[in-house]
């Protein structure tokens, strides 16, 4: 019988032969992707308030740091409110985050950067990428967040662990307050049932399948990872939760992607009511 891992060597071998040069090409084809997020009763001062988001930078050995430093200048030139980093950002050493980290913290957003973990970076070692991240002026929010002043409930940005790690999602939101906007940094998308079914979270800001990366064949369905498989890319609606997966920014396992460019998200909240009459 043909193992799993068998089935995927001879599948990534056929792909890497058939479409290896157009998927090195799409793997620097960075896309930006707008995307309007309704919000109810979203307090008038935060009507417009763009956050950029960036994800798996997977930094070494496949992606190289000229291709972060271009996803990064494109991020800063969205003139953000807020950037979030939504993990993985090392793959194969924990070393490199010290090269990516300082060029992470040249990144202009009016309230800063705030960032959360995932796999990989508990994988290689979560304790390093805090410290460099932390260094750097970059907020990590470990079952935690931060409540930026806005209207009576404010706007909090909450981050959870990765579920390699210690996830608690009920840590992470003690600081939301009611009739505030709250936004949700979780690495792995799939947790978005969970977070729905606490009712308390508006928006939730996700990354690790990337997109399977290898979309081709039908083969995507046995890249994607555990925890990024039902809600593998783009947006969707949980119940009232806003969902959006990001497709991430670099590769792991193969240097290539088929079907799935790399993204920055530009996500706009805006007033729930305001969307549906524009609709
Ligand atoms: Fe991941």
Do not use: W
Not at 13 to 37: F, I, N, Y
Not at 85 to 99: K, M, N
Request: with cysteine.
């Amino acid at each position: 019988m043909v193992s799993r891992r068998s089935f995927l060597s001879a599948s990534m071998l056929t792909l890497l032969s058939a479409g290896g040069v157009k998927g090195l090409a799409e793997a620097l084809d960075l896309r930006v992707e707008e995307v309007p997020v309704p919000v109810p009763r979203l307090c008038s001062e935060l009507e417009g308030f763009r956050i950029v988001a960036l994800s798996d930078f997977h930094f070494l050995p496949y992606t190289q740091i000229d291709f972060l430093k271009k996803a990064i200048q494109r991020a800063s030139s969205l003139k953000p409110d807020l950037v979030v980093l939504l993990g993985d950002f090392v793959d194969a050493t924990v070393e490199s985050i010290h090269e990516l980290a300082p060029v992470l913290a040249t990144i202009n957003a009016r309230h800063g950067v705030m960032a959360v973990l995932g796999n990989h970076d508990h994988i290689q070692g979560s304790q390093v990428v805090v410290e460099a991240l932390s260094r750097h002026g970059i907020e990590v929010l470990v079952n935690r967040g931060i409540l930026l002043p806005c209207g009576l409930g404010g706007l909090y940005i909450a981050g959870t662990d990765s579920l390699s790690g210690r996830f608690q999602l009920r840590e992470a939101l003690l600081g939301s307050r009611p009739g505030g906007t709250t936004v949700l940094l979780a690495h792995e998308p799939d947790v978005a049932d969970y977070v729905a079914a606490d009712g308390r979270v508006n928006l939730q800001l996700s990354g690790h399948s990337h997109g399977g990366q290898v979309r081709c064949g039908g083969v995507e369905r046995l890249l994607l990872p555990r925890g990024g498989r039902k809600y593998a890319f783009g947006s969707y609606k949980v119940g009232d939760l806003f969902v959006h997966t990001s497709r991430g920014l670099g590769t792991t396992g193969l240097p290539l992607r088929l079907g799935s460019p790399p993204e920055v998200t530009q996500l706009i909240l805006t007033n729930a009511v305001d969307a549906s009459r524009a609709g």
